[in-house]
Structure formats: structure tokens, C-alpha cells
Nanobody
Framework: QVQLVESGGGLVQAGGSLRLSCAAS????????MGWYRQAPGKQRELVAI???????NYADSVKGRFTISRDNSKKTVYLQMSSLKPEDTAVYYC??????????????WGQGTQVTVSS
């Protein structure tokens, strides 16, 4: 089993900052990509940012220059530093990671989601 535990969501005023964290645990041999997705009410889940094991990153155009994704491989943890937040960033944010299990097989796991609300 692989579990992802997210933390750091909350309510913030427009222009403010929040930092999300997501720690992976369980029968993990190695972690490849780690990423953050979000889903606003009535909308599809969308990619926010993703970081590979080697540190390559990719961002949604809507968050470039405002959000920074990073990871600590020793802790199997991924972070999302969000700055200059806008009301349109309001959503449930989900962590996702994939990799190899201890023993046999791959995994692709999701966190439970954390609410981010940006007030105007």
C-alpha cells in the first residue's frame, strides 16, 4: 500500500501565500514523478505542477511565476509554494506520485485532497 498525506491548505486573502506539503509512505522502492493537481467546483481536475525525480519541472500556464514545486527525495515529500494567490486559484488540491513498489509492480497514488480558498 502507498499513502499520500497532504497538509497546508486553508483560507487566504488574494495576494497571499500558502505552502502545501505531501508525504508519501508505504511499500515504496522509488518515486518517479510527483505532482499537484486541482479541481474547482464544476470543473475538471487539472495539472498545476509536476516535478520529476531528477528535478525537471513543468507548470500550468496559469500558475507560472507564482507557484514553485519542489521535492525532498529523502523524505519522499513534494511541496507547492503558492504566492500571489488569486480567487481563481480556489480549488481542492490533490497530490499525485508514481513509482516502483518494494518487490514487484508500479504504483500511482493520489492524496485525499486539501482545500485552498482565496478570498477577494
Amino acid at each position: 500500500q502507498v499513502q499520500l498525506v497532504e497538509s497546508g491548505g486553508g483560507l487566504v486573502q488574494a495576494g497571499g501565500s500558502l505552502r502545501l506539503s505531501c508525504a508519501a509512505s508505504g511499500t515504496i522502492f522509488s518515486v518517479n514523478d510527483m505532482g499537484w493537481y486541482r479541481q474547482a467546483p464544476g470543473k475538471q481536475r487539472e495539472l498545476v505542477a509536476i516535478i520529476t525525480r531528477g528535478g525537471s519541472v513543468n507548470y500550468a500556464d496559469s500558475v507560472k511565476g507564482r507557484f514553485t514545486i519542489s521535492r525532498d527525495n529523502s523524505k519522499k515529500t513534494v511541496y507547492l509554494q503558492m504566492s500571489s494567490l488569486k480567487p481563481e486559484d480556489t480549488a481542492v488540491y490533490y497530490c499525485n506520485c508514481n513509482g516502483r513498489r518494494i518487490g514487484v509492480g508500479q504504483f500511482d497514488a493520489w492524496g485525499q485532497g486539501t482545500q485552498v480558498t482565496v478570498s477577494s
